[in-house]
């Protein structure tokens, strides 16, 4: 494998978006892109690393009985055929990077805001709109699917502007949220993939994340300011966006 210093990348980045409750995708393509590699290897390998570094957590959220079902399921339903119909879009290369370079670059922002958590009391008396719910779900899966992303990143923070929960069942939902997506986006790029695909790399990157990924969920919680860290990752995410779209709008 060439560019070693990719599993090093990878493994940073799981660890500190798994501190604050993400799969890293975002930051996974914006690494990918400056190597030039396929567009079909680099989204494969961003879901996948979403997957590993998000299932843990999910498992542990359900089994605390964090996620609120009849809440999550209007994001969810919507949000999973709307990413795979996203996944199976075909874009040119400059147009999915451009696409992606904007994600960022809104995902930056959404970060970077500071909102007030609320209280299990004042979460209860937020009850579930399944219409608003639903479109906001099927919005953000449907560019996730796009640009293959689990949309975490995207929904975390819309859901707390929203005053949608608490801190622990929106992060729940988040993990619960990216993990689907990421699975419907694979499925959605399944007929994409071709022999250009380097699956020894791919499997290198998963286990970096999956090490990163571990080490960040249990010293997040614990050590980490939240507030920094995710302010810290706004300004990675504003800096990789900045980066893709410079270099391929520069391009057209």
């Known amino acids: 494998m060439q560019h070693w210093e990719i599993i090093i990348f990878f493994l940073v980045i799981a ?18 892109s400056l190597y030039n590699l396929p567009i079909p290897e680099m989204k494969l ?27 999550v399921l209007p994001l969810v339903v919507v949000s999973v055929p709307l990413a795979y119909v996203g996944a199976k879009m075909k874009l040119s290369q400059d147009t999915f990077f451009i696409i992606l370079g904007c994600s960022l670059m809104l995902a930056a922002f959404l970060l970077w805001i500071r909102y007030r958590y609320v209280s299990e009391e004042e979460a209860i008396t937020h009850k579930a709109n399944y219409v608003k719910d639903g479109s906001l779900g099927g919005a953000i899966g449907f560019l996730s699917g796009i640009v293959s992303i689990g949309g975490g990143i995207f929904l975390s923070p ?60 249990r010293l997040g919680a614990v050590k980490f300011n939240q507030l920094v860290v995710r302010r810290v990752t706004a300004v990675v995410v504003f800096a990789a966006g900045v980066e893709v779209l410079t270099k391929h709008l520069h391009l057209q």
């Open 158 to 217: 819309v859901l707390n502007l929203m005053k949608w929960d608490t801190p622990k069942k929106i992060a729940a939902t988040a993990s619960l949220f990216i993990l689907v997506n990421s699975i419907s986006g694979i499925a959605g790029q399944l007929s994409a993939l071709n022999s250009s695909v380097d699956y020894t790399r791919i499997g290198l990157l998963c286990a970096a994340v999956f090490i990163g990924g571990q080490i960040g969920s």
């Open 45 to 71: 390998t961003a879901l996948i690393c979403n997957i590993i570094v998000v299932t843990g957590g999910t498992i542990i959220y359900i089994r605390s009985k964090q996620v609120d079902w009849k809440k």
């Open 15 to 32: 660890f500190v978006y798994a501190s604050v409750g993400f799969g890293g995708g975002s930051s996974y393509l914006a690494i990918l």
